[in-house]
């Protein structure tokens, strides 16, 4: 469930944040999705189905096995830019606004039409340098855990999900009113993420996590320009890079103070004639721990 809705909403997010003459919110990729598959521990199995309907993306329905769906996902479009995405499950929802070609701001919608979050953004020229995600106090008394929203997960990393659930239960225990707030600091190296900071207070601590993207290969991101706030299967933007990321180091901080040692996330990649990506192999290691799967990706 938190894979679902991240993935929807990584979809929207990553159209917003590159110089060029596209509009945010529009995604016609070169090579259109239609099915992912994951090997891991348990065995190859399927994972999503995307439906296109022309060149935009109109469904992507998620799998607990290759036969059994979870969720699915709607997305709607006015004048080809992405405007809303539902989830069927629980009858949550995200209204994208813009201004102008950019984006502006995300509404997400708990069922009985409660607004819970909101994303505000920032550009510098075209490309998207910061959010501002807001947890409103009140829907946080209805869910039980962010972390495990399908929709949410769609568009929001799964690491940022589970802490803000550690500052959620945490403030409803002693401010019940208290809205919780995390910044997403974003820097570019031509078309490609530099750097992404997720900042946010827990009492008197500044906690950042800070993921500095180490190199590139040369092949083309399928994501690239889909939902601005998507999150690949280890919760990095994935829509705002053109290329794939080879290295990523991950640093987290307490009021300026490096909290742990940094996790590395390393990806390997086989590709069709096109230099689309059809395997990925990821890593990622903390210390002596290491955990590794693999994607595979169809294309219509």
Known sequence: MKKLLYTA???LLATAVFVNCQKDGVFNPKQKISKIH???SGGKRLIEEWTWEGNQLSRISYFKN???VRD???YFYEKKQLVKMENTLDFSYIVITYNGSLYDKIDYYTCFDRKAQTFTFTHDKKKVSKIVHTTY???Q???ESIADNVLLASFIPQIVLEEMDKKIQKSTSQKANEDVIVTHTLTYDKDNLKEWKISYNVGDKLIESVFAFESYDESKNPYYYSNPLGTDDDNFFIALYKNNPVKII?????NNVVGNEPITYDYFYRCNDKKFPTEIIKKSTYMTYSNSDTLYYEYK
């Open 9 to 11: 909403l990584s979809l």
């Open 141 to 143: 008394k209805s869910m």
């Open 72 to 74: 699915k996902v709607y």
């Open 137 to 139: 106090a009140n829907p």
């Open 38 to 40: 994951r090997a891991h």
């Open 250 to 254: 991950e640093n987290r901080y307490i």
């Open 66 to 68: 290759d036969t059994t």
